[in-house]
T-cell receptor
Framework: GEDVEQSLFLSVREGDSSVINCTYT??????LYWYKQEPGAGLQLLTY?????DMKQDQRLTVLLNKKDKHLSLRIADTQTGDSAIYFC?????????????FGSGTRLQVQP | EAQVTQNPRYLITVTGKKLTVTCSQN?????MSWYRQDPGLGLRQIYY???????DKGDVPEGYKVSRKEKRNFPLILESPSPNQTSLYFC???????????FGSGTRLTVV
């Protein structure tokens, strides 16, 4: 099955850019999602990228995909204290009906004022 | 407001006492799923349902049951809870795969 690895912790200063990295193993992944989890809350879909894309930009968020290396990154520009949360990347294989997202352990982003 | 509603938010129970965690969505989504979240393990899929009366096992189904009698509801049943089922549980639903999932706020279950 799919394995997903993320670094556990990232600390940045407010106003800086944050880059959260993710590696995965299943090259057949068709969609790769980024979710955000704030304390005591569920997961919120931030953005996603199709496997046939290299980059996607959505306001302050930029997703880069290197399919050859199975590496995904999420860049947050002008990071704010409200961005402090746990971020999960979640690849999903072609829709077989199960649609199971494989989550890594998540990266805790701490934004210091 | 489009949402997935789970109840209860918090539950402490004793080993062996049957319990049900409810999940309801108001978006007319066909697909629903249950995940559990444990420290260091991320989220793992327990069961999923592609439509009414269609359910199947995820990665960690042991000790759990589900039912899907109507489109909006997808309860998670623990017939005989054990301490290793202490976890944070999330229900999720989706319309199309490209839409990702809408997650509930979670149910923190403690089994003593």
């Amino acid at each position: 099955g799919e394995d997903v690895e993320q670094s556990l912790f990232l600390s940045v200063r407010e106003g800086d850019s944050s880059v959260i990295n993710c590696t995965y193993t299943d090259s057949s992944s068709t969609y790769l999602y980024w979710y955000k989890q704030e304390p005591g809350a569920g997961l919120q879909l931030l953005t996603y990228i199709f496997s046939n894309m290299d980059m996607k930009q959505d306001q302050r968020l930029t997703v880069l995909l290197n399919k050859k290396d199975k590496h995904l990154s999420l860049r947050i520009a002008d990071t704010q204290t409200g961005d402090s949360a746990i971020y999960f990347c979640a690849p999903v294989a072609p829709d077989t009906g199960r649609r199971a997202l494989t989550f890594g352990s998540g990266t805790r982003l701490q934004v210091q004022p | 407001e489009a949402q997935v509603t789970q109840n209860p938010r918090y539950l402490i129970t004793v080993t062996g006492k049957k319990l049900t965690v409810t999940c309801s969505q108001n978006m007319n989504h066909e697909y629903m799923s249950w995940y559990r979240q444990d420290p260091g393990l991320g989220l793992r899929q327990i069961y999923y349902s592609m439509n009414v009366e269609v359910t199947d096992k995820g990665d960690v189904p042991e000790g759990y049951k589900v039912s899907r009698k109507e489109k909006r509801n997808f309860p998670l049943i623990l017939e005989s809870p054990s301490p290793n089922q202490t976890s944070l549980y999330f229900c999720a639903s989706s319309l199309r795969q490209v839409d990702g999932y809408t997650f509930g706020s979670g149910t923190r279950l403690t089994v003593v």
